[in-house]
């Protein structure tokens, strides 16, 4: 069952301090205007480990990439890694501060526990699907200065409060647009139930080898 965009958790206050807000527009600044010549494109990613899928190491994450083609650079990368701001996941552990990480601090944390990372893409999507994963970005890059969003692994409907809403990694990726209900899903198969969600707003196109070296720049932290 898939709920609204406008119920629940994303019904936030976009309470953006200055520091952010001006990160935003510079680094937007190219991105945002709709030429054709550049690329929006995002690579969706589970970590787990394996068969046994554990709940504490498996994790749903995304990144962003927008690309210029006629200057051959990447513009902007933003990331969707929501976690406890302590690094630790518990499945049935208590409400508490969450943190968005970086595509490449994710990686790390995957690669130091030795688990399996998949990557479900690049896509191209268009500009009004980048900007509002950007307003995504934003609201948990806040949250983690402020606590506006909190985190817990198995969130229920602590997701819809109105003030201080509750979300998962899963649901922290899948609210660029809406409410997706993830079930008993985590690790890979979470993150190919959101890629399912997102494949409407797929481009059809190729998707040039510079897109993928960029992702893979972006992942190692290049």
Sequence with gaps: MERGFLKGVFMLRMVVGVFFLTTVVSRAATAGTGNPNIGYYLSIYSYDDGVLNVPRNAHTFAGFIAYDHTNQTVIERFSI???PAVGTVFLFGPIE????YTVPETFQMAWRRKLDILRFGPHEVDLDFFQLARGQWTRLEQATVDGSILYKAVDGDLRYRREY??????HAVSGIIGDLEMGRLRGRSGSSRIDGYFSNFYLEAEIPDVVFKSFLAYERGL
């Design 81 to 83: 890694s929501w976690l």
């Design 97 to 100: 501060r969450g943190r968005n």
């Design 165 to 170: 809403p509750v979300i998962n990694c899963m």
